[in-house]
């Protein structure tokens, strides 16, 4: 009896193993829209998640608002006031008419 109940408490042990190796592999997994996080020189924060002809973006952790994406290149995301723009893996902020802010992160 004592030998089954140790085989018993191993395979328990492995399985509980198992299923928490399994689930760190699974990070992101059903996620198709990371979020990424940016700080710009200006000092905005932005939570940014691009969803293909649009970007959601947090600015300084307030609600997301979404960007339409302007033209076919899926570069510059805008809805008049606010800009995102992504060129060769560079991100700027713009609001309004003002200079755009670069921003680090990712």
Not at 22 to 48: E, F, H, M, W
Request: charged share 15%.
């Amino acid at each position: 009896m004592l030998k089954n109940l140790s085989i018993a408490a191993i395979s328990a042990m492995m399985i509980v193993g198992f299923e928490h190796s399994a689930s760190g592999s699974s990070i992101g997994v059903g996620n198709p829209y990371p979020v990424s996080n940016y700080k710009c020189q200006d000092g905005t924060r932005l939570a940014v998640r691009l969803l293909g002809d649009r970007a959601s973006v947090s600015v300084n952790d307030a609600a997301e608002v979404d960007l339409p994406a302007q033209g076919q290149d899926g570069t510059t995301f805008s809805n008049g006031r606010w800009t995102l723009t992504i060129i060769q893996g560079q991100l700027s902020w713009g609001v309004g008419r003002a200079v755009p802010s670069s921003c680090v992160g990712g």
